[in-house]
């Protein structure tokens, strides 16, 4: 999945133009244009709001199905718990996606886990 597309798709399914998100975010349409077109990675808040201007949670931006995405929860493993089957199921899939996503979407999952783990920490 590359955002860039997902965020085409999302605007393009509520009939919005890209003068429509750029009046709603404040960015201009020549970076949303390169954004749908795969030429630059926008930051988190960045796709925050053109989540909020295409009236979608945040989430869904991530997701490529049409019901709900259910969190990936991990337990927070200590030094002296053992890793369970299922934790190791859990991070193997994760591996299993992020190799197949291109360059662009890696960077910009690493960027959203730390974001998520300073989150968690707070």
């Known amino acids: 999945m590359e955002i860039g597309r997902k965020l085409r798709a999302l605007r393009e399914e509520k009939e919005m133009s890209q003068g429509d998100i750029e009046r709603a975010t404040g960015l201009l349409r020549c970076y949303i244009s390169r954004v749908e077109h795969g030429h630059t990675v926008p930051a988190i ?6 989540a909020k201007a295409l009236d979608v949670p945040f ?10 995405a259910v969190p990936l929860r991990l ?47 707070e």
């Open 75 to 121: 337990r927070n493993v200590g030094k002296a718990q053992k890793r369970s089957a299922k934790g190791d199921a859990h991070i193997s899939e994760v591996r299993k996606r992020f190799v197949k996503m291109n360059p662009r979407d890696q960077k910009l999952f690493l960027i959203l886990a730390m974001k998520f783990a300073k989150e968690a920490e």
């Open 59 to 68: 989430w869904q931006l991530f997701h490529d199905g049409n019901t709900k």
């Open 45 to 50: 808040e960045t796709l925050e709001k053109m």
